[in-house]
């Protein structure tokens, strides 16, 4: 089975199980049932039985029953108080980078992850921005803009009616945010940058 690349660039160390953990990738996700998982599949399985021919519906009805008596009997094997043990490797991964002023970043290529110190990050996402000449402001021209979008619409009337106004104005726009891939399979692992965008103003 294929599993993937952990890439340490610091001096901190992980146990088995924890390192066991993180190469299950960035996209893993971790199994822990819902406090009321049990409810909610009676109920989808009712809504199921809903759709039935009603002769048939209160066999089906008996049959739900039993499965969820079964399925309440052998629930909960983890205490209310006791989290999903992945949860707790988790919690305690965070734990220890936080201590050491260290993070997960996703690699550029494959399904890996670079722990790395926080400010090697934030020095390669530096790098990025003055290596290509972006200037840096500041001030967040957020809220201006967002004021000078509103007046224009608002003073054109013949182009944009008044109850189609909503559809060309953002309601709470934010500065987009960067955020960088490493490249592994380059000299000095640079930063691939992803720009989010979705709640700007554009």
């Known amino acids: 089975m294929f599993h993937p690349r952990v890439v340490n660039n610091t001096n901190i160390s992980f146990s088995n199980s924890k390192m066991s953990l993180?190469?299950?990738?960035?996209?893993?996700?971790?199994?822990?049932?819902?406090?009321?998982?049990?409810?909610?599949v009676a109920l989808v399985a009712e809504t199921a039985i809903t759709q039935i021919p009603a002769g048939e519906r209160e066999a089906y009805r008996k049959i739900l029953a039993d499965c969820i008596y079964?399925?309440?009997?052998?629930?909960?094997?983890?205490?209310?108080?006791?989290?999903h043990p992945e949860t707790r490797l988790?919690?305690?991964i965070k734990n220890k980078l936080q201590k050491n002023n260290?993070?997960?970043?996703?690699?550029?290529?494959?399904?890996?992850?670079?722990?790395?110190?926080?400010?090697?990050?934030?020095?390669k996402i530096w790098d990025f921005l003055?290596?290509?000449?972006?200037?840096?402001?500041?001030?967040?021209?957020?809220?201006?803009?967002q004021k000078e979008i509103r007046n224009t619409i608002k003073e054109s009337k013949t182009l944009?009616?008044?109850?189609?106004?909503?559809?060309?104005?953002?309601?709470?726009?934010s500065a987009p945010s960067i955020k960088g891939l490493i490249k592994l399979h380059k000299p000095g692992q640079p930063i691939?940058?992803?720009?989010?965008?979705?709640?700007t103003l554009a």
């Open 192 to 199: 691939r940058p992803v720009v989010n965008r979705c709640s």
């Open 70 to 83: 079964t399925l309440q009997q052998n629930n909960n094997p983890y205490p209310t108080h006791d989290p």
């Open 130 to 145: 003055h290596g290509n000449n972006f200037i840096a402001s500041t001030t967040d021209a957020t809220k201006t803009i």
């Open 22 to 40: 993180l190469q299950k990738g960035p996209k893993y996700n971790i199994h822990a049932k819902k406090k009321k998982w049990v409810q909610n």
């Open 90 to 92: 988790v919690n305690s």
């Open 102 to 123: 260290a993070m997960v970043a996703r690699a550029d290529k494959g399904n890996s992850i670079v722990i790395l110190p926080t400010k090697q990050y934030e020095s």
């Open 160 to 173: 944009i009616p008044r109850d189609n106004k909503w559809k060309y104005i953002n309601l709470n726009p």
